[in-house]
């Protein structure tokens, strides 16, 4: 921890000033974050927010419109000042904007089931954003604009909050419905908009369907607003500066995206249906939970070859709730059989 960290911590806590120390306790977490210390910060957040049904800080009003002497009016504006800089809000406040959308960290799904070489390229992102400190000190920076792309289902969004899990980094994701506009231009503001609030406080801006806002420009069937957009997307793709954060974009139709778009990515990662052992071990990790009798999963494993990640879970699922339903409480050979039956009639 920073000795200027410190020695404001140590002030305002000699002060007995609540809302102050409130600002620094925020401040000790996000550092510590920032470093890479997930556990710890979680750790020290929950001490926090415990502390919070003690303290009862002064209204903001009162702080700031506290009358003073003419001799110390500017030590104290100063003060007030520092104060009020140094107050970290909640990821709710933070990213206030109705363009995206925060997701609460204990909504990530962040367990996977991914191919040793999909795995190894998942950890190293993740490697480099804990060791990006040490990265910086050589001239190194780390990957931070990443793209995810693949079949529809095989896991790219929970890609990302893998990552936002692992990184300790909130989650922030793009609302198509409200940024898009029918007004020439304000689309392309709308997306500036995004991605500078996106900068400006550490996080994981996440872009699904990443295609919608980079479309080949050689299309003659798109219209010139749909260029403009992919021209300014590009753009802030090259200027993107994140404030220790990552960028994680996806899309399911690569033949679609601006030849301009992939060297924008410090990353590309293919997530690809799983093989016949991951379905498998899809299937043994979803039924967890519930009692399974005599399986011929090498016989389940084969009807299902070419299923997505989402499809095998789907399986796993219903079949568990058909064994509940029937009030068996046992998950038979039938019931998967069944459930694969309905997945294949409903993608017919």
């Known amino acids: ?105 204990d909504s990530l799904r962040h367990q996977m089931i991914l191919s040793d070489a999909v795995e190894t390229r998942f950890r190293r992102i993740e490697r480099e954003y804990a060791a990006r400190d040490r990265l910086a000190h050589h001239g190194l920076r780390y ?39 029918s007004y020439l231009g304000e689309t392309a503001t709308n997306l500036r908009e995004v991605f500078e609030t996106a900068a400006a406080t550490p996080c994981l801006l996440f872009i699904d369907e990443c295609d919608a806002l980079a479309k080949s420009r050689e299309d003659t069937q798109e219209v010139g607003e749909i260029k403009r957009v992919v021209n300014t997307f590009l753009q802030l793709l090259d200027e993107y500066e994140v404030s220790n954060g990552l960028l994680v974009a996806a899309t399911n139709l690569t033949k679609f995206l601006d030849e301009a778009v992939w060297r924008r990515f410090d990353d590309a990662i293919e997530v690809p249906k799983p093989t016949e052992r991951e379905i498998e071990v899809i299937l043994k990790q979803t039924l967890s939970s519930v009692e399974v009798g005599s399986i011929d999963w090498i016989s389940i494993v084969q009807k299902m070859l070419n299923f997505s990640a989402a499809q095998v879970v789907r399986v796993a699922q219903d079949a568990a709730k058909r064994a509940i339903l029937d009030r068996e409480e046992l998950v038979i050979q039938e019931h998967l059989e069944e459930s694969i039956q309905d997945v294949l009639a409903s993608h017919a």
């Not at 921890?1 to 925020?26: H, N, P, T, W």
């Not at 920032?34 to 919070?52: D, F, M, P, V, Y």
């Open 1 to 105: 921890m920073k000795g200027e960290v410190l020695k404001r911590l140590f002030r305002a806590v000699a002060s007995e000033d609540s809302q102050a120390i409130q600002s620094m306790l925020s401040i000790v977490v996000e550092e510590e974050r920032r470093l890479g210390h997930t556990n710890l910060a979680e750790q020290l957040e929950n001490i926090a927010r415990k502390s919070t049904r003690t303290l009862k800080p002064e209204p903001l009003s009162t702080v700031t419109y506290k009358k003073v002497s003419s001799a110390t009016s500017d030590d104290a504006i100063s003060k007030i000042s520092d104060a009020r800089s140094l107050t970290l809000l909640s990821s709710r406040h933070r990213f206030n904007h109705p363009f995206i959308v925060t997701i609460p960290r």
């Open 143 to 181: 990957r931070q604009k990443i793209l995810l792309y693949g079949s529809p289902g095989c896991g790219k969004t929970m890609g990302a909050e893998r990552i936002a899990w692992n990184t300790g980094l909130t989650l922030i994701k793009v609302r198509f419905d409200a940024m898009v506009s």
